[in-house]
């Protein structure tokens, strides 16, 4: 599975939108990007995937460039609750089978 | 419809102690998988299997077994608990339902090896 590379920490306002960056440079033609998120001490939570057109559903967006090296994943209007860390991880495959291996992430600081 | 359940969510263990970590799904699921979370760290893979029957390693599995008892249930083992193990241990579900990819997370076991 492709390796990503995202910053550390983030910032947000409250009510602002969140975009949290990905690169993704060795992405192959069949591994699809994943965002997930933990906040706090929780197990991590699913948030959005993509193989390489733009998909939105109810909690964020996910903008994957043409050459797919590099996504974005767009929180519209950030709130106090969003505050986590998220991770971009590439995976082979849609579902079913497959490793899902975590990087770092993203700390997503959202504030008042 | 639960989602991922784990037992126990705590357990405190003397170093060379043995026990089970159990984890149990009812979404019908095929891959299921075993991660530690050190703290302050990532997630680390430690097993996971793609399919009744069938377990692989990941990136961690020194010192742990695992079994895939049936569809529902991936249980993970420490045959001799080390100071090393002590981490937060969550198992995870990856499939298909309702039409469309999902994936849960189980709520954590949290183990202290002493």
């Known amino acids: 599975d492709a390796k990503t590379t995202q910053p550390t920490s983030m910032d947000c306002a409250e009510g602002r939108a969140a975009n949290l960056p990905c690169n993704h440079s060795?992405?192959?033609?069949?591994?699809?990007v994943y965002w997930y998120r933990q906040i706090h001490s929780q197990g991590p939570q699913y948030i959005i995937h993509?193989?390489?057109n733009n998909e939105t559903n109810e909690m964020a967006s996910l903008i994957i460039t043409e050459d797919r090296k590099s996504s974005t994943l767009i929180l519209p209007h950030a709130t106090l609750r969003d505050t986590a860390v998220y991770y971009c991880?590439?995976?082979?495959?849609?579902?079913?089978?497959?490793?899902?291996?975590f990087g770092q992430g993203t700390t997503l600081q959202v504030k008042p | 419809n639960a989602g991922v359940t784990q037992t126990p969510k705590f357990q405190v263990l003397k170093t060379g102690q043995s026990m089970t970590l159990q984890c149990a799904q009812d979404?019908?699921?095929?891959?299921m998988y075993w991660y530690r979370q050190d703290p302050g760290m990532g997630l680390r893979l430690i097993y996971y299997?793609?399919?009744?029957?069938?377990?692989d390693k990941g990136e961690v599995p020194n010192g742990y077994n695992v079994s895939r008892l049936n569809k529902r249930e991936f249980s993970l083992r420490l045959e001799s608990a080390a100071p090393s193990q002590t981490s937060v241990y969550f198992c995870?579900?990856?499939?298909?339902?309702?039409?469309?990819?999902?994936?849960?997370f189980g709520p954590g076991t949290r183990l202290t090896v002493l």
């Open positions: 991880i590439v995976r082979g495959g849609s579902s079913n089978t497959g490793k899902l291996i």
């Open positions: 060795t992405i192959s033609g069949n591994e699809y």
């Open positions: 993509g193989l390489k």
């Open positions: 979404m019908n699921h095929n891959s």
């Open positions: 299997s793609a399919s009744e029957g069938t377990t």
């Open positions: 995870a579900s990856i499939g298909r339902s309702f039409g469309r990819d999902t994936q849960y």
